[in-house]
């Protein structure tokens, strides 16, 4: 049974940084694809960012290009996203998702390809 736990949620003025965890327990993150996503209020849930922990293939929206960091701690057992430059439309619920084996649609910031999800850490940015 996979359990994700999101944390490092937080509010932050525009330009700052924020560095959100996701700890992953029941199963090794190794030769998965975990990715972060995000939804506000009114808006359907967005791919932020995607990786596969077997080997260095990463993902992020348009949005967060030159922004945002993905990256993976195996022996934590634990995926990042580093925030930086943030904006205040980047005011989200973020949320980790998991799934092994990868789907076919995980690198296009599909949520659908993800099957287990954690229950969001808040960032509000202004």
């Known amino acids: 049974h996979v359990q994700l736990v999101e944390s490092g949620g937080g509010s932050v003025q525009a330009g700052g940084s924020l560095r959100l965890s996701c700890e992953m327990s029941g199963k090794t993150i190794e030769g998965s694809c975990m990715g972060w996503f995000r939804q506000s209020p009114g808006k359907e849930r967005e791919g932020v960012a995607v990786?596969?922990?077997?080997?260095?293939?990463?993902y992020y929206a348009d949005s967060v290009k030159g922004r945002f960091t993905v990256s993976q701690d195996t022996l934590k057992n634990t995926i990042y996203l580093q925030m930086n430059s943030l904006k205040p439309e980047d005011t989200a619920m973020y949320y980790c998702?998991?799934?092994?084996?990868?789907?076919?649609?995980?690198?296009?910031?599909?949520?659908?390809?993800?099957?287990?999800w954690g229950r969001g850490t808040q960032v509000t940015v202004s």
């Open positions: 990786l596969f922990t077997g080997a260095n293939m990463k």
């Open positions: 998702a998991h799934n092994r084996p990868c789907r076919s649609n995980w690198s296009q910031l599909d949520s659908g390809a993800f099957g287990n």
